[in-house]
């Protein structure tokens, strides 16, 4: 049996999210979804998510993909496999060729994990709702002040 995990914030989840979950589980016989906490999301990413951890481990458990959902409360991958002892760790592939997925992949390669990237979403992000959003939050500030 193959154990699969795909780290990931979840924040304002959105289709990218979904087509890595979907893509991961065709790729694994068990799929553990690691969702970032917000205290190891705002020290690696330097951003305080949207969605509260609790919500979106909620959200993220839903899913019919995903057999099991935990959170992933340290800054290292490797402490997560060290609980979970999963066999392929899924990354979209913006990781690709970047200084953090070659170090993933070197550490994951000691241990004998694999990791696999999938498409990126290019058309939709968190990074970008949260943009949207926080223009949106902006002009309705701007219009109530008029």
């Not at 951003?47 to 409360?73: F, G, H, M, T």
């Not at 990354?91 to 994990?113: H, I, N, P, Q, S």
Request: aromatic share 8%; proline share 3%; hydrophobic share 45%.
């Amino acid at each position: 049996m193959i154990t699969g995990y795909a780290p990931g914030a979840y924040d304002l989840f959105h289709v990218g999210h979904l087509n890595l979950l979907r893509h991961a589980a065709a790729r694994c016989d068990h799929l553990i979804a690691g969702v970032v906490d917000d205290d190891t999301l705002e020290v690696t990413k330097g951003i305080r998510p949207v969605v509260p951890i609790a919500e979106r481990l909620e959200i993220v458990r839903s899913i019919k993909l995903v057999d099991d959902a935990v959170v992933e409360d340290v800054p290292s991958k490797l402490e997560m496999w060290e609980r979970l002892r999963f066999d392929v760790i899924f990354k979209g592939d913006d990781w690709r060729g970047t200084d953090k997925g070659r170090r993933l992949e070197a550490m994951f390669a000691e241990v004998g994990v694999e990791v696999v990237y999938f498409p990126y979403t290019m058309h939709t992000s968190s990074t970008a709702l949260r943009r949207a959003l926080s223009r949106l939050d902006g002009a309705v500030y701007a219009s109530a002040g008029q």
